[in-house]
């Protein structure tokens, strides 16, 4: 492709679209059109099968919780996202829920942890000081943000170390927690984050689809951020352990860049963990 090309493509503002167009170009015809089917006329969970669902790891980790608390022969799932920022996330989380109530009969309780004041300063190098600034993600307005979702999703405003335990006091068993996002970069807040999975096997769901954002970074590793708040987490605790997601290889898109994002909690003390019947 010669320069003049390239530069045709910017100054129209084609070039921001120009990956996706070739991602497609690259896909298989077949692929194409089953695609094209699925989005006409499939349903919540053949279309996030094929990732046509805004926010695709949102979608399949709500969708395998809801599948699973319904072979539980629960009616009701609390889900998470840590990080909120201006609500996008939050927003695309109360579409899929409606989705997949209206074709599974569950229902979602969906909870928002949010700050309100940006990014903490970084403690160490565990904070990945030299990707995020102190004070990064700031939301535009916490009103905003409490009018926009209200009654919709519950928010927890303030620090995640300050929030987090009360309201894992107030989970029950009738409405377990079966999905979280974790979307807050720093390793301190990833810590405290990860506190909503230390409480009784009962709140939970025997594995919980679990989806860490930050962990792509070309300096991300096993010792910083939210990568080293999960390897601590699993030397702390014989029986709840964190690991990759281990199904997603078949899927018909390959190698999105959101499935090695993608994380469980097993729950060995669960319950449903002690007997097969």
């Not at 535009?140 to 335990?165: C, M, P, W, Y």
Request: glycine content about 6%; overall charge positive.
């Amino acid at each position: 492709m010669s320069l003049n090309i390239l530069k045709t493509f910017r100054d129209k503002n084609i070039s921001p679209l120009l990956p996706r167009a070739l991602r497609q170009i690259q896909k298989p015809l077949g692929l194409i059109i089953q695609m094209a089917i699925a989005k006409r006329f499939g349903s919540f969970a053949i279309k996030q099968h094929f990732d046509l669902i805004s926010r695709p790891q949102y979608a399949y980790g709500m969708l395998r919780a809801a599948v699973l608390d319904k072979k539980l022969k629960k009616q009701s799932i609390t889900v998470c996202e840590f990080g909120v920022w201006n609500g996008d996330g939050l927003a695309k989380m109360v579409k899929i829920a409606q989705g997949i109530s209206t074709e599974y009969g569950i229902n979602f309780n969906i909870v928002g942890f949010e700050s309100g004041e940006g990014l903490d300063p970084a403690l160490n190098h565990k904070d990945h000081p030299e990707i995020w600034a102190s004070g990064a993600f700031t939301p535009t307005s916490i009103h905003d943000l409490e009018q926009r979702f209200q009654g919709k999703v519950k928010l927890q405003i303030g620090k995640i170390e300050n929030t987090v335990d009360e309201f894992l006091e107030n989970v029950t068993s009738h409405s377990p927690i079966g999905f979280i996002a974790v979307d807050v970069d720093r390793y301190q807040a990833a810590v405290a984050t990860l506190r909503v999975l230390k409480g009784p096997a009962e709140k939970y769901l025997p594995t919980v689809s679990v989806y860490l954002d930050d962990i792509a970074q070309y300096e991300s590793n096993r010792w910083c951020g939210e990568l080293a708040a999960i390897h601590e987490f699993n030397a702390t605790h014989d029986l709840r352990k964190i690991d990759g997601d281990r199904t997603l290889y078949d899927r018909p898109i390959p190698n999105a860049k959101w499935h090695k994002k993608m994380f469980t909690l097993q729950c060995f003390d669960h319950p449903a963990r002690r007997d097969s019947r």
